[in-house]
């Protein structure tokens, strides 16, 4: 009996292939008288036939018993513990932008966004920074080289500023919006980097006065931070765009060490914040007697450090996955 396939295989060759033996007393019928071949016909058929057979269902009975060793290797261990996939991890700036859409959303602001290859009329300009305004040498802007002399300068946005420019000229006000997004200036060290976050917020209604300004702020912080006894201290300040300005600290206490939002004991700035100086308005084509608002800008990355406590903000872009999932960030 033949052990494997490829015997099998042989005798199949041997009894039925083109020098097989069968195959010898099919050609030899030729031969035969016809009284002779109607006795050795049905035989030498009948033997082929036979042999077929034998050796189609020797081939089965191989298959099943190599099919059978196989399940009987071949074991799953379904309990064994499963190598999952690496998963990523949401990152703490996608995280601030969705808490901070979520908190303005309920204080009826959209989203707004513009481009990060801004020209230097939105980015500069229009907010009342004229070319020989001292204020552009504060920002550390990133030029593209001029194409052609005349034509305007192109730049990496210094600010999420000129978003309040294009929403003013695109729609109609009422405005209220927040426009979130990535900026750039030629910055670095543990808490610059050359690419950073803001969130820049803008309205612009009938008679809005500094005390919206403050409600709204105070709202938002109190919301981000998870703390009612979220306490702001509005210092004057200037922008060419704001008019009055203030800069804007939140009260920190020390708890166990470590500085936490809320309370009174120390002071950080989180951001920039004023009325919206009547001559930017001028510039989108309202009537800055009919219509007022304020604006704000706020480092969303500065956010993000506070409410996490993270303390370089180049590991923000550095990549590591260990770093992500220690602050306990996760899909
Ligand atoms: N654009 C300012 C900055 O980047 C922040 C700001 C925005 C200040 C809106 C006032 C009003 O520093």
Redesign the pocket.
């Known amino acids: 009996m033949a052990a494997g396939p490829d015997a099998l295989e042989a005798v199949r060759v041997h009894a039925l292939g083109k020098q097989g033996s069968v195959t010898a007393l099919l050609k030899s019928l030729g031969k035969m008288t016809p009284d002779e071949r109607q006795v050795q016909g049905p035989r030498i058929h009948g033997l082929r036939e036979a042999v077929n057979a034998a050796i189609g269902a020797r081939k089965e009975k191989l298959e099943a018993a190599l099919l059978a060793d196989k399940l009987a290797s071949e074991t799953l261990d379904m309990t064994l513990p499963v190598d999952m996939p690496a998963a990523g991890t949401v990152h703490p700036v996608s995280q601030v932008m969705d808490e901070l859409a979520e908190i303005f959303a309920d204080l009826g602001f959209a989203v707004a966004t513009g481009p990060e290859i801004e020209d230097d009329w939105h980015n500069f300009t229009a907010?009342n920074i004229p070319d020989t305004h001292p204020a552009r040498a504060m920002?550390d802007t990133f030029y593209f080289p001029a194409k052609e002399s005349g034509e305007q300068k192109m730049l990496l946005r210094?600010?999420?500023?000129p978003v309040?420019i294009r929403t003013m000229m695109q729609s109609e006000p009422p405005i209220r919006i927040i426009a979130p997004g990535r900026?750039y200036r030629s910055d670095s060290d543990a808490t610059h980097t050359p690419m950073f976050h803001?969130v820049?917020?803008?309205v612009i209604d009938k008679g809005i006065t500094l005390g919206h300004l403050k409600w709204t702020l105070e709202t938002f912080l109190k919301a981000f931070f998870e703390r009612d006894d979220v306490v702001l201290r509005l210092r004057p300040?200037y922008?060419p765009?704001?008019e009055p300005?203030a800069e804007v600290d939140v009260g920190f206490s020390v708890e166990k060490g470590k500085r936490v939002i809320g309370g009174s004991q120390g002071w950080m700035e989180v951001?920039?914040?004023?009325m919206?100086h009547p001559k930017v308005i001028a510039a989108c084509g309202l009537d800055p007697d009919e219509w007022q608002g304020?604006?704000?800008?706020?480092?969303i990355d500065r956010l993000a450090m506070l409410k996490y406590g993270m303390d370089d903000l180049r590991a923000f872009f550095d990549g590591d996955l260990r770093w992500l999932r220690h602050y306990g960030f996760s899909a």
Request: with cysteine; charged share 5%.
């Open positions: 907010l920002h210094t600010h999420t500023s309040q900026t803001q820049e917020g803008l300040s922008f765009f704001t300005s951001l920039g914040s004023g919206v304020f604006a704000f800008g706020c480092g």
